[in-house]
């Protein structure tokens, strides 16, 4: 059974940093290409940042390049989100996935920026 449980999500002030968690379980993590994905209040679930290969590549959307990086940990099954600089339309529902022909889901955790 494949399961994907994120963490880390909370209330920041505008200009501080998160750092979300994402561990897996149930499939062959190290080769799995991971992303993160948000979905804001009325708006559609967007792409955040992903990390494929065995060097690691990463992609992030526009809004996000040079505030937030994504990484992972093998050995520990888990990827992580940093998020530094935070705005307050970085408020969103955080989700991870595992990209693979049948894709994996986390449950999301919320991450509200508000002064």
């Known amino acids: 059974q494949v399961q994907l449980v994120e963490s880390g999500g909370g209330l920041v002030q505008p200009g501080g940093s998160l750092r979300l968690s994402c561990l897996i379980s149930g499939l062959q993590f190290s080769w799995s290409p991971m992303s993160w994905y948000r979905q804001a209040p009325g708006k559609e679930r967007a792409l955040v940042a992903s990390?494929?290969?065995?060097?690691?590549?990463?992609n992030y959307a526009d809004d996000v390049k040079g505030r937030f990086t994504i990484s992972r940990d093998n050995a520990k099954n888990t990827v992580y989100l940093q998020m530094d600089s935070l705005k307050p339309e970085d408020t969103a529902v955080y989700y991870c996935m595992a990209d693979l022909a049948t894709p994996y889901w986390g449950q999301g955790t919320q991450v509200t920026v508000s002064s």
């Open positions: 990390i494929v290969g065995a060097g690691g590549r990463t």
